[in-house]
Nanobody
Framework: QLAESGGGSVQAGGSLRLSCQAS????????MGWLRQIPGKGREEVAAIDDDGTIRYADSVKGRFTISKDQAKDTLYLQMNSLKPEETGMYYC????????????????????WGQGTHITVSS
């Protein structure tokens, strides 16, 4: 089970940190990602960290978002800085064990396990 927290409302240019607590299953061998769903669009991967520590970001968030994980706490994080109004939406934590997870940006369908999502609102 994956459970996100940390969503909320923030003004443009502000910051939020999302957390994803894993429980009931070990995801240490999985690629862990953060995906977001903007109204009217599908879920897109914004950041991911593979089991070997490889990290990737969507171009739109590079330099502003930071993904990290604490293995001891089974927790995944997403630090989001300089947030923009168009980034308002639902943010999901997810896990994937597809073979290409370490070298390719994943699609929504590549992720096997999902949290319930947390909503962020960025006001202008």
């Amino acid at each position: 089970q994956l459970a996100e927290s940390g969503g909320g409302s923030v003004q443009a240019g502000g910051s939020l940190r999302l957390s994803c607590q894993a429980s009931g299953y070990t995801y240490s061998s999985y690629c862990m990602g953060w995906l977001r769903q903007i109204p009217g669009k599908g879920r897109e991967e914004v950041a991911a960290i593979d089991d070997d520590g490889t990290i990737r970001y969507a171009d739109s968030v590079k330099g502003r978002f930071t993904i990290s994980k604490d293995q001891a706490k089974d927790t995944l994080y997403l630090q989001m800085n300089s947030l923009k109004p168009e980034e308002t939406g639902m943010y999901y934590c997810a896990a994937s064990n597809v073979p290409w997870a370490s070298y390719s940006r994943l699609r929504e369908s590549d992720y096997n396990f999902w949290g319930q999502g947390t909503h962020i609102t960025v006001s202008s």
